[in-house]
C-alpha cells in the first residue's frame, strides 16, 4: 500500500472474505479479532485485527511472536488468494514499535515476486494512521494438493476455491458463485 493511500479507502476497494485460511489464529476476543479483505487491484490480503490480553507479551503490549504469526498467516493467505498453495521455508521480521492491546491493526500481505516453486512476499502491520509496527519478508515454497497429508474436512473449500481459481475465475466471481 503506498504509503500516502488512506486504510479506510483501500478497504472499501476490497472485497471481504466469509472465511479465513488461517485455521489456528481464529479465536475468542481474548485472543484476536480479524476481519480478513482481498485487494483485487493490487492482488493484495488485507486483515483487519484487534489484539486481546490471550496475546499479551510484555504486559499491555502483543508478542512479538503473535505478530510474527499474523505476518506469516497473511502472507501465505495472500499467495493462496492468488492461487497458490504454500509452505514457510523463510521469515524475516523487523519490530518497528511496540504494538498496544486491544487496538485496532491491519497487515498488509502482497506477492513480490513468482518464481517457479517459490512465492516472495512482505507485509506490513500499521494502525489507522499507517503507523508502522512491524514488516516482514516470506519465501514460500509451492505445495501441490495432492501433497497434502490428510487434510481435515472443512479444508475442502479451499481445494474448491484453488479449483475456481486455476480455472481463471476471479476472487469476486467466486465470491458471487459461493454466496
Same mark, same amino acid.
Given at each position: ?5 488512506n ?12 472465511f ?21 487491484e493490487?492482488?493484495s ?7 486481546g490480553s490471550? !496475546?499479551m ?56 515476486? $513468482? ?14 494512521n ?8 516470506? !519465501?514460500?515454497?509451492? !505445495? ?19 479449483? $475456481?481459481?486455476?480455472e481463471?475465475?476471479? !476472487?469476486?466471481?467466486? $465470491?458471487?458463485?459461493?454466496?
Amino acid at each position: 500500500m503506498p504509503q500516502d493511500e488512506n486504510i479506510e479507502s483501500v478497504l472499501k476497494a476490497s472485497l471481504h472474505l466469509p472465511f479465513h485460511v488461517s485455521h489456528w489464529l481464529s479465536g475468542g476476543k481474548e485472543k484476536v479479532s480479524i476481519e480478513q479483505y482481498y485487494s483485487e487491484e493490487q492482488k493484495s490480503v488485507i486483515w483487519k485485527f484487534i489484539s486481546g490480553s490471550g !496475546v499479551m507479551g510484555p504486559p499491555g503490549f502483543c508478542h512479538g511472536g503473535f505478530l510474527a504469526s499474523v505476518m506469516d498467516e497473511s502472507m501465505g493467505s495472500c499467495a493462496f488468494w492468488n492461487g497458490h498453495i504454500v509452505m514457510a521455508i523463510h521469515l524475516q521480521i523487523k519490530y518497528r514499535a511496540s504494538s498496544p492491546l486491544n487496538k485496532v491493526y491491519f497487515v498488509i500481505s502482497r506477492l513480490t515476486q $513468482l518464481e517457479t516453486r517459490r512465492i516472495y512476499t512482505e507485509s506490513t502491520i500499521i494502525d489507522m494512521n499507517n503507523k508502522i509496527f512491524a514488516s516482514s519478508t516470506g !519465501v514460500y515454497v509451492k !505445495v501441490p494438493w495432492e501433497k497434502m497429508k490428510d487434510p481435515p474436512v472443512e479444508f475442502e473449500k479451499f481445494k474448491i476455491l484453488k479449483e $475456481l481459481l486455476d480455472e481463471g475465475l476471479t !476472487v469476486s466471481e467466486i $465470491l458471487r458463485k459461493i454466496s
